[in-house]
């Protein structure tokens, strides 16, 4: 049975916040692992920690559970935990190292850590201000950027949690404002095609977490297609929402928002963005009707 935790590994542990707190500055990402029981010895190692990094900080680890072993296999289950968009969840050993057959029961509490939730508006007009409004009521921390001053006046706006920002060049607001792109979602609802290039063609260059760009079909087109001409690699532009939002029928620039929230939301916690409902018709027209996970 291992042993007890070691004055060297309370030592690691109580770096832990600090680490937590230079990842979330950084704008990086991370998990936090917990022992919260260990079946055989309930005494054993329970509460230990162990925080491991992302790809980005080569899976950089602080602290320990008290046991080499069980930390390999936790920081080898790690990317997996934080590639399923999970929050947090409780998980049993054996269900991610079933080789650890003396640590097979014991539970281990994984919780993702992230900055909070950004989202970067390029356009001011109608939909880029109710967007901002609405992505703030959500809990998002909100840009709002458009290159007429007017458009972004604090009078406007008297929720103080929405950043305005008036753009001299869209390419190098845009680039400010999304920092790293960890965490961070773009909507891009300018006023024209060129506007949208420019925000585009900046948003190509970071690693943003969701690029999505308003317009019909025809619109959008001839701005990813400019941007396939000069050279921007297609692997990008595919992930670009264009046009950007769910199909809910929306008419109104409130409307659209919410469309376009609820992508970002489906995109950021891993949903499908269809009906919940929907496994019910089809289990009465005979299909096998999918549940969704947590609605059984």
Request: charged share 25%; net charge negative.
């Given at each position: 049975?291992p ?29 936090l ?23 980005e900080t ?7 559970l008290?046991?080499?072993a ?17 929050e ?42 109710a ?7 959500m ?19 008297a ?11 869209w ?19 300018t ?55 769910l ?8 409307e ?16 499908r ?10 289990l009465?027209?005979?299909?096998k ?8």
């Amino acid at each position: 049975m291992p042993s007890i935790e070691t004055t060297e590994n309370r030592v690691r542990s109580d770096s832990i916040p600090e680490a937590v707190s230079r990842i979330l500055q950084e704008g990086s990402i991370a998990v936090l692992t917990t022992l919260i029981e260990a079946a055989t010895n309930p005494a054993a190692n329970v509460g230990t920690k162990l925080l491991v990094g992302n790809s980005e900080t080569s899976g950089t680890t602080v602290g320990s559970l008290g046991n080499e072993a069980l930390d390999n296999a936790v920081v080898a289950y790690a990317a997996a935990f934080l590639e399923s968009k999970t929050e947090t969840r409780v998980i049993q050993v054996k269900e991610f190292a079933p080789a650890l057959v003396e640590w097979g029961e014991a539970q281990i509490l994984f919780e993702r850590i992230q900055p909070e939730p950004r989202l970067v508006i390029c356009g001011a007009g109608h939909v880029g201000a109710a967007l901002a409004k609405l992505a703030s009521l959500m809990g998002y921390r909100a840009t709002l950027i458009d290159d007429r001053a007017e458009f972004v006046k604090r009078e406007h706006f008297a929720d103080r949690g929405i950043e305005l920002l008036a753009a001299l060049s869209w390419s190098d607001a845009v680039q400010a404002a999304v920092g790293n792109g960890h965490g961070v979602s773009i909507a891009i609802v300018t006023r024209g095609h060129s506007e949208d290039e420019q925000c585009l063609r900046a948003a190509m260059t970071i690693d943003a977490d969701y690029v999505g760009l308003i317009g019909s079909k025809r619109r959008t087109n001839i701005v990813l297609q400019r941007l396939r001409k000069s050279g921007t690699e297609e692997e990008k532009l595919e992930k670009v929402r264009a046009p950007v939002g769910l199909d809910i029928g929306a008419v109104t620039p409130e409307e659209v928002a919410l469309a376009i929230m609820a992508e970002i939301v489906a995109v950021r916690r891993g949903g499908r963005g269809g009906s919940l409902s929907a496994w019910r018709r089809e289990l009465k027209s005979g299909g096998k009707g999918e549940r969704v996970k947590g609605k059984e």
